[in-house]
Structures are given as C-alpha cells and as structure tokens.
C-alpha cells in the first residue's frame, strides 16, 4: 500500500471481533509514534497502551458511555507531558505533537491491518485513572485499537478545491 492507499483504507472503527493483538503489534504501534515529528524535537510526549478486558464498563465510563470502547482490545493514550510551550504561531507545540504522534500510531495500525478509533469523548481524569498516568500529565489523544469486525464505510470528504486554495 502506498500512502494515499493507506490514507484511503484508514477508517474510524467501531466494531471490534474481540480478536487480541499481539505484543509486537502493539510495539509496532508505538514505534510509529516514536518516530513522529515534534516541535524543536523536544519529544515531550508520553505513550501508554491499556488491554481493556474486563474493565470495558471503566473505559466505556471514561469515554462518556461510548459502547463500542468496550469492545476494543486494547486504548492507547497520547500525553503531553506539558511544558506549556506555545510556538511563534500561537499554537500549544504540546497539542501538536501529541496529535502528529496518534497519527502515526493510527496509520501504522491501518497498515498492519488493525482498527482504531481515534477519541476526543473522553475524561482525562478518567483516563489517567484506569491508565495509572501522572497526574500533571495532558491527555491530548486517545485511540481504540484492536481487530475490526467487517469493513467499515468510508466517510465523505470535501473536495479538494472546497478545501485548497493555489496561491501563485
Ligand atoms: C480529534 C478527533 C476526535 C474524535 N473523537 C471521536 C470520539 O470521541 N468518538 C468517535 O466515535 N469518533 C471520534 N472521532 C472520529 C471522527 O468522528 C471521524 O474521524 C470522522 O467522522 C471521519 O470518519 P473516518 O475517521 O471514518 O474517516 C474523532 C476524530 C478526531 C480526529
């Protein structure tokens, strides 16, 4: 698959067989992210992964009563581990970073064939509860992952010239 193949066949999951991933899948994942970009390469992120077994009634709890957590095999969360280093352009680098990271993580587990759901319903407090994650920590992203069960339907995009404009 090439990228824009890998773009194309990238879906949010919410159907999960149940199926486990393995260890090396999972590190998969996250070297991925590892391997992200991040503002002055400060790397100030931290990655946990979480099966979620037989607390799928805290992970559905933490994601705001969104069933189909609960089905995943496993959550992944992305954390800033704030600096609260805004950049020239106004942007927090933290929130950044941590979203080009779950990217990653998100197109590696498309191409190794597993479903993820990428999450903004969710409580950080939740999260770094059932996550054991230090408390001064920012969950910026959270991500199901896990088999899918069946295909998916893509979403509608705009257009491109909806959305791109060429300057000369
Ligand atoms: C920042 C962000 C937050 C999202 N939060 C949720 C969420 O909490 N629950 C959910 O089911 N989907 C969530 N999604 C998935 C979007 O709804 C989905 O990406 C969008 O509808 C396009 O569908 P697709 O991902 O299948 O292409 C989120 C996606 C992003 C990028």
Redesign the pocket.
């Known amino acids: 698959m090439n990228f824009l193949e890998l773009a194309k066949a990238?879906?949010?999951c919410?159907s999960y067989s149940g199926a486990p991933v393995s260890k090396e899948s999972v590190m998969s994942v996250m070297e991925a992210g590892r391997l992200a970009p991040s503002a002055r390469n400060r790397q100030n992120w931290a990655f946990y992964y979480a099966q979620i077994g037989d607390r799928a009634e805290n992970f559905i709890e933490a994601?705001y009563g969104?069933k189909?957590v609960g089905q995943a095999h496993g959550f992944i969360a992305v954390c800033d581990k704030t600096d609260d280093y805004v950049m020239k352009c106004g942007q927090n680098a933290g929130s950044v970073d941590c979203?080009i990271a779950m990217t990653f993580m998100i197109m590696r587990a498309t191409e190794i064939g597993l479903g993820t759901?990428?999450?903004?319903?969710?409580s950080p407090e939740r999260v770094k509860s059932l996550l054991d994650i230090p408390e001064s920590y920012a969950v910026v992203?959270c991500s199901t992952i896990g088999h899918p069960a069946g295909e998916?339907p893509?979403?509608p995009r705009k257009e491109l010239s909806e959305v791109f404009d060429l300057r000369s």
């Open positions: 990238r879906v949010s919410r994601c969104q189909f979203s759901c990428w999450l903004g319903r969710f992203a998916t893509r979403q």
